[in-house]
């Protein structure tokens, strides 16, 4: 109950920050705190804080409204969207009978999260929840990563759980599984049909009391002519399906996202969070994020480091192909007038623009097709284009 000219003015001399200053700062933040003042405190710095947090308490209430629900481990469910209202309803359903599932969706979309819901709903909540990328590993290591191994020693055997084992009674989601080797497949079928599994090297079998889970950004109708998935696998698995919208069908999400995603990584990195500009907030609606939840956090990582907006929204297009398409249509209509116009040798602006236009377009195409292929992981894009990670990076954030 003090009254604020209570408090002494600070000097300019105190502007210097103190490094241990900054290191309590930053860890305070770290450990949770909303913000963190300084002695002597100034009357307008003061009265700063206390109206941003009379706002982050509105921003928290609404973060924790019934549509944002928590399910462990950093992960959550929002359902805003009637699109995602309905796949939460599938869920809950799914979750009641102990059958598989297959959730189909573009990279980045939020497929382990359905997983994750399906379990929590699910009898096997109160146990394991697993997840195996079947991309991220060559055969071998996949095998042992799902059935484990037995390492001989002079003193006899080691046993090393694979995560079928790991898992019993909870559930496992097999991501990516048109990448598993054909070979596994057929012992995950196996798994699926007798409910056990006989391990590399050993004649007694393993019972297995686990939920399988299955995901895929894949076409699956191509990934079976391809022969990259086996048939009865897929047909066992889909009968059951779940598929997952990208976020450009539920734009109704991004304010919350942004909002909860700076909260979360500001936290992270020990730093207050940015207020985003309605410019900002616009560019964000109108983008097409073709790396769903994973571009939007490293739009958002990048918004709280860097500090610049301008920078940050380099890779956004605003209303994308609208602008694109009379962009072009008014290049293509002008640029006779203006070839006829120019100057022997001399290369009409628009002509610059457009070629100009066109290279940036196929550039941007390669890459996204790239990085979907990869799950939005830039490193592997890298590798699969022939270019430097930093060059890849520039070109997409």
């Not at 000097?11 to 860890?27: F, H, I, T």
């Not at 009898?123 to 037995?150: T, Y």
């Not at 686990?210 to 895929?216: E, G, M, N, Q």
């Not at 929204?313 to 072009?328: K, Y």
């Amino acid at each position: 109950h003090r009254d604020l000219h209570s408090f002494p003015t600070r000097r300019s001399s105190d502007l210097v920050c103190d490094p241990k200053d900054a290191n309590r700062q930053k860890e305070a933040t770290r450990l949770g705190a909303k913000d963190v003042l300084l002695r002597p405190l100034s009357e307008s710095q003061l009265e700063s804080v206390i109206r941003r947090h009379l706002g982050t308490a509105n921003d928290d209430a609404e973060m924790a409204s019934e549509d944002l629900e928590s399910l462990g481990e950093d992960e959550f469910f929002l359902s805003v969207s009637p699109a995602m209202q309905q796949l939460r309803a599938q869920a809950e359903l799914l979750a009641q009978a102990d059958v598989p599932v297959l959730i189909l969706g573009e990279p980045g979309s939020g497929k382990g999260t359905v997983a994750r819901l399906i379990h929590q709903k699910s009898v096997h909540s109160g146990f394991k929840f697993l997840r195996v990328n079947c991309a991220e590993m060559p055969a071998d290591l996949l095998e042992i990563e799902l059935f484990g191994r037995e390492n001989g020693s002079s003193n006899g055997s080691v046993k090393a759980l694979g995560k079928l084992e790991m898992g019993q009674r909870g559930t496992i989601l097999l991501d990516e599984i048109t990448e598993m080797p054909l070979a596994l497949q057929l012992r995950i079928l196996k798994v699926l049909h007798e409910r056990q599994f006989v391990r590399s090297g050993e004649a007694k079998p393993v019972d297995v009391d686990v939920r399988i889970l299955a995901a895929s950004s894949d076409k699956l109708d191509q990934a079976l002519a391809e022969k990259r998935l086996n048939p009865d696998l897929y047909y066992r698995l889909s009968a059951f399906t779940v598929n997952v919208p990208p976020l450009r069908q539920r734009k109704e999400e991004i304010k919350i996202l942004l909002r909860y995603l700076m909260h979360k990584l500001a936290k992270y990195y020990g730093l207050a969070p940015r207020e985003f500009t309605q410019s900002a907030l616009d560019a964000c609606q109108n983008h097409s994020w073709l790396g769903n939840l994973k571009e939007l956090e490293t739009f958002v990582k990048r918004y709280l480091i860097a500090g610049d907006e301008e920078l940050s929204l380099t890779d956004l297009e605003v209303g994308s192909v609208g602008e694109n398409h009379r962009s072009q249509a008014n290049v293509t209509g002008n640029s006779r007038e203006e070839l006829e116009a120019a100057p022997d040798g001399a290369i009409p602006k628009s002509l610059k623009s457009m070629i100009q236009s066109v290279r940036w377009e196929t550039e941007r195409n390669a890459i996204a097709a790239a990085l979907e292929k990869t799950g939005w992981n830039r490193k592997a894009a890298a590798r699969l284009l022939g270019v430097s990670y930093r060059t890849d990076r520039k070109s997409v954030v």
